[in-house]
C-alpha cells in the first residue's frame, strides 16, 4: 500500500497528495467506525447507501484537505526537517551514548523524533485554522498526522542508513544505524508505541575511514547489547530526562 512519504535525493519528501487506502483501513477501526456513523447521521437519502456516502464524503474532504497547497507545503516542510531534529535532541545528557575517534555516538529514541515532528504539525495545522473544514474534526485530524510521522519514520527506516551510507541528520551530525523495535515507551491507550531508535554520529574535520566505520559498528552492537539490560523503569527515566531536561 502507498505511504504519504517517501525518502528521495537525501531528504524526506511529501508529494502533496495522500492514497485512499489508508484512509479505508483506518475507516474499520473502532475510531474511524465511530467517525463514519456521526457522518452517517448528517446523511441525507443516498443510492449508495448511507454508510458508503458519508465515507466518501469523509474521504473527499480529507483527501482535498491533504493536497491544498498551505497544508501541503506545511507537511513537507516538517517532512524535511524530519532527520534534522536528531541533532538537537543527540545533545540531552540523559541519552545513551558511546566514543568512536573522539565522536559522540548517541541513541536518539523514535519516540523523541516523532514526538516532536508530531507536536509541530498539529500546532502549525490547529494555530491556522485549517482543521475546523473537515467534518471528521480532530479525530479525522489525528488519523492523518499520525499516519504521516509513521510514514516519515518507516520512509527514514527504508532508507537504511549506516556508517557506509549514512543520512544527514542535521548540521554536524549523520544518522548511522536505525534499530525498529526496542521498546522505549509502555504503550498507554491508543498512543503509538514507536519504537526504536537512532544511532546519531557528531562529525568532526576528520574523516570517516574505513576503520572508523568498523569502530561505529562495534559501538553499536556495544549499546544494542547494552540497551536490553535497562528495566522498565530506567527506559522511563531516560525518556523522561531527555525530553524535559532533567
Known amino acids: ?6 525518502f528521495a535525493r537525501g531528504r524526506l519528501v511529501y508529494p ?10 483506518w475507516a474499520e477501526t473502532p475510531e474511524g467506525r ?33 493536497r491544498d497547497g498551505s497544508v501541503a507545503a506545511l507537511i ?21 551514548r558511546r566514543g568512536v575517534d573522539l565522536r559522540r555516538l548517541v541513541v536518539v529514541p523514535n519516540a523523541l523524533v516523532n514526538g516532536a515532528a508530531y507536536t509541530a504539525i498539529k500546532t502549525k495545522l490547529y494555530d491556522r485554522g485549517v482543521c475546523e473544514s473537515l467534518e471528521g474534526g480532530s479525530a479525522i485530524a489525528e488519523f492523518l498526522i499520525r499516519t504521516l510521522i509513521r510514514d516519515m519514520q518507516a520512509a ?26 526496542f521498546a522505549w515507551l509502555v504503550p498507554v491507550f491508543d498512543e503509538p508505541p514507536w519504537n526504536g531508535h537512532h544511532y546519531v554520529l557528531e562529525l568532526t574535520r576528520n574523516p570517516i575511514t574505513r576503520s572508523v566505520r568498523k569502530a561505529i559498528v ?26 524535559f531536561g532533567r
Open 16 to 25: 502533496g497528495r495522500i492514497t485512499r487506502g489508508r484512509f479505508l483501513q
Open 156 to 181: 527514514t527506516e527504508g532508507a537504511r542508513p549506516s556508517p557506509s551510507r549514512p543520512l544527514v541528520a542535521g548540521d554536524g551530525w549523520i544518522t548511522v544505524g536505525v534499530n525498529l523495535t
Open 218 to 243: 562495534a559501538r553499536i552492537a556495544q549499546l544494542e547489547e547494552s540497551l536490553v539490560t535497562l528495566s522498565r523503569s530506567e527506559r522511563s527515566e531516560i525518556m523522561r530526562c531527555a525530553a
Open 1 to 6: 500500500m502507498a505511504t504519504w512519504v517517501r
Open 34 to 66: 465511530a467517525v463514519v456513523q456521526n457522518a452517517v447521521s448528517r446523511t441525507r437519502f443516498s443510492l449508495l447507501g448511507k454508510t458508503r456516502s458519508a465515507t466518501r464524503r469523509l474521504w473527499r474532504q480529507l483527501a482535498d484537505f491533504a
Open 76 to 96: 513537507d516542510d516538517e517532512a524535511r526537517v524530519y532527520l534534522e531534529r536528531l541533532n538537537q535532541l543527540a545533545f540531552a545528557d540523559a541519552l545513551p
